[in-house]
């Protein structure tokens, strides 16, 4: 009987994350697979004289950034001790939206841009290969610099999970009194383990990269663009055929992002020997990079603050013409225009914070009805569905939610927003919630209390900052949806990133820059009220 | 069962029996009027202009006060979005999202096509008599696509170079001046990369100026026709894009990143379709006032701009009295005004009476155009995919 009632609470614990989110994206990814028997869209594909150099082109550039992003991440954790510090750089950078940054980015190196009438001036602007260069090397700074901050903030979780914090202090004093200097230790000790917890981390920003559109429609190369490009373009053009041809090309990009992912395993796999030896290495002196980690990590953040700041000064400049340093005639136009139609941004509001509170809810249910061994499917199934390019899923949702009946309607917008913040939920909450200990349940029901009241006054009080973390990503991932969002809504409903989107199709740089601050200043106050808010009260 | 057969009701019953709707569209206007009161019409259109937005909001207050429709503006980047919407929804049989649609080109002919469309209604519109359908012939084709009242017309458009005159002092009227300016000023001169929409329109006026017979453009091309009739565009564009922004190995991807970059200075002359573009951005202080427009001596490409309305539309009596709406003077007018949007009217200003025709004044602000030429109807649309695809040949990779 009591076994029966307990299989039965798991099943309910589990029915919301299984009706809300698992389900439909099998569905969604099951109406997208035909599309791998359509001969006629693989025909137009392999037809297609930009494929290969696209492909290319989306592959190295995803790549490149990875090992850039990578590599700073790992300089800045070596030689910054200081948590406080790299956690205000790493919300900073969290919360600023993709294409803010890369509009903001762009004005900093671009030809007519603020770098060349500070050096250069001039009648002209100089002939400058910065921005859109055919190499995709704007496009890969900026994905770089960009992703370093999400990469510390995975890297912090990772260290802070548990005891490893301690124990990891134990074992580099351990290699100090072998002889091994701090900067030897940590790359021989932390290192190591570190890589192993960043691999997934590492395989998002990767695929993230090597399918992203709006960043590089702003950076990136022409002629050929990155594959994802051409594929946003085939995607959206009114030819159904064209369309089919995006979909394959999908398939493809999908298909090749697994290979090189999966190449990139084999060959870790292959050199263990190798890295085993240079990690028994003797003793190195080897110091840690105080001195690059601080360049490093004052470089990304004034990139980021630069960023702002710049868009902040187009947002006023209906004409900033070379090489003039500031904006000659300021005008509020595009944040009258803002204000003028708050529809949007209180709809993004309420839309994302009540997708931050389910999202948390269904995870929070999870967590207390399933046993810990099934988190593994969870977290596979999590990490999953965010390293699949978004244009293949968004296409399979749709046609999912149209038979449905879903489109154009607020549940299905809400469900639209929802996969992809209660993935990073998930991920992000996992650790520390399994983490905790259970010995303080034990007492508050030794002491007449029932669970849910446990669970409310003394469980989820005690998680506080990671709750409220999880929270504030789940918020900013969600209000900065745009392609699921903008099929699913059918034009009965218009969010900030939609409004943003089409607004800025006319190419109105104030306007553009005014909403892509109003993207960036919501998950900003979320990340800021968590962490003000999440701090412990006895500390 | 209890049936009531309200207005909405009967509405509802339209849309899902579509061909019960299309049989409909010969009722009176007075009729059409009656229906339309209280529905509400969703006017899927690109919204990257204020401009353009200002205007369409301030239709939709027309609207609600003269005929009770309330009109709601589903802000689009590309229409193409509309198009492959309403394929989807018809496709699952499922009611219409959008019930009128700003439209042409690629665009109306596949909706046509593919019978996506409801009508014909455009004869059904008291103010489609006043349509300057004589002399201006795009009103009835649409990138010599027959509209056979499928779409009303909307607005003119003709392509149109801008540039700052302080920079500039004689714009090239001519492809063949501007190839020479370019070899004069090299790396200041671009357009977009087709298959945006301007830079295939760039490449179409080459087209017409360098092939030796363009009068074929009207009819539907085969691939060996345009290989030989292309010949000469290729030869010119082989000339001039080593003179071109990134020696022509990169272009800039849409009309408005050329126009941003003639603002910044980077870029020497801009394009586009509304010929009154230049000066309404001078009012808006994008462009400075020294500003100049022009159009190329022998002609340019010229089109016409629609609104059509989906086959599955809920309120299709209120999106027609939108489009005969649209077509009004006071509505044509104003559209007109360069201080609003500056988008040329495509009524016969000798169809209306005096009090409407003093609504239209002539306006000499500066950016408007300088150099008038005749628009040049836009090819066959079978000419476009094979421009297109021996670009992306050549020079696409």
Known sequence: MARTLRRLTAAAGALPTMVLWIAPLLLSLAVVAPAALDRQAWQMSLGHPQLWPGLWLALATGGIATLLALAAAIVILAGIPAQRLLRGLAAAGLALPHLAFAIGFGFLIMPSGLVARVMVGGDAPPAWNTVQDPWGISLTAALALKEIPFLLTAAMAALARGDAAGRLARECRAAASLGHGAGSAWMRIVLPQLLHELRWPLAIVFVYGATVVDMALVLGPTQPPTLSVIIWHALNDADAATNRMGLAMTLLLTLALAAALGCTAMLLALTRGFRRDFLAAGPSLLDVPRHSALLLAAVTMLMMCGAVLILGLLSVAPRWPYPALMPPEPGFAAWAALAAAPAPLWLSLGLSLSVAAAALAAMILWFETQPPRRDVWLIGFALLSLALPQLAVAAGQYRLFLALGATGTLPGLCLAHLAPAIAYVAIVLQGPYRAFDGRYMKVAHSLQTSHPAALLLVKLPLLKAPLLTATAIAFAVSIGQFVPAQLIAAGRYSTLPMEAVTLSAGGNRPLAATFALALAIPPLIAFLAAALLGRPRWR | ?397
């Open chain 2, 1 to 397: 069962m209890n049936v009531t057969f309200t207005r909405r009701g009967f509405a509802q019953f339209l849309a899902a029996a579509p061909l019960i709707g299309a049989a409909r569209a010969g009722q009176g206007w007075d009729e059409t009027l009656a229906d339309a009161r209280g529905q509400t019409v969703y006017f899927n259109a690109w919204a990257g202009s204020p401009q353009i937005n200002a205007y369409i909001a301030w239709a939709g207050e027309e609207l609600r006060k003269r005929h009770g429709i309330a009109l709601v503006h589903v802000k689009l980047a590309d229409t193409a979005e509309a198009v492959r919407r309403v394929r989807d929804e018809v496709a699952a049989g499922k009611p219409g999202s959008a019930d009128l649609i700003w439209i042409n080109g690629e665009n109306f002919r596949i909706m046509k096509a593919e019978k996506l469309l409801f009508g014909p209604f455009t004869e059904d519109l008291p103010n489609f008599a006043l349509v300057d359908t004589g002399g201006k012939p795009t009103t009835l084709v649409d990138f010599a696509e027959p509209t056979e009242g499928m779409e009303s017309p909307w607005g003119m458009a003709q392509l149109t170079f801008f540039a700052d005159g302080a920079k500039l002092k004689t714009p090239p009227l001519s492809m063949a001046e501007l190839l020479g300016l370019a070899q004069t000023m090299p790396g200041r001169i671009s357009y977009p990369a087709p298959p945006d929409f301007h830079g295939t329109t760039f490449l179409k006026q080459a087209l017409v100026e360098t092939m030796a017979d363009p009068s074929v453009l009207g009819t539907s091309a085969a691939k060996e026709d345009f290989l030989v009739a292309s010949n000469p565009m290729f030869d010119f564009l082989d000339a001039l894009h080593p003179h071109l922004w990134r020696e022509g190995r990169q272009f800039p991807q849409s009309q408005a990143q050329v126009t941003q970059m003639v603002a910044d200075g980077e870029l020497l002359i801009g394009l586009t379709f509304n010929p009154n573009e230049p000066a309404n951005l001078v009012a808006t202080g994008a462009l400075p006032a020294s500003t100049i427009a022009w159009q190329n001596r022998a002609g340019s490409i010229g089109n016409t701009h629609f609104v059509a309305i989906p086959v599955n539309s809920t309120s299709k009596q209120a999106a027609q009295v939108t489009a005969d709406f649209l077509l009004s003077p006071e509505a044509q007018a104003r559209k007109a005004d360069l201080a609003v949007w500056g988008d040329p009217a495509v009524l016969d200003l000798a169809k209306l009476n005096a009090s409407d025709k003093a609504l239209f004044k002539s306006a000499d602000a500066p950016g408007a155009v300088s150099f008038p030429a005749p628009a040049i109807p836009e090819p066959h649309g079978s000419w476009v995919p094979l421009i297109e695809a021996a670009w992306l040949e050549r020079y696409g990779a």
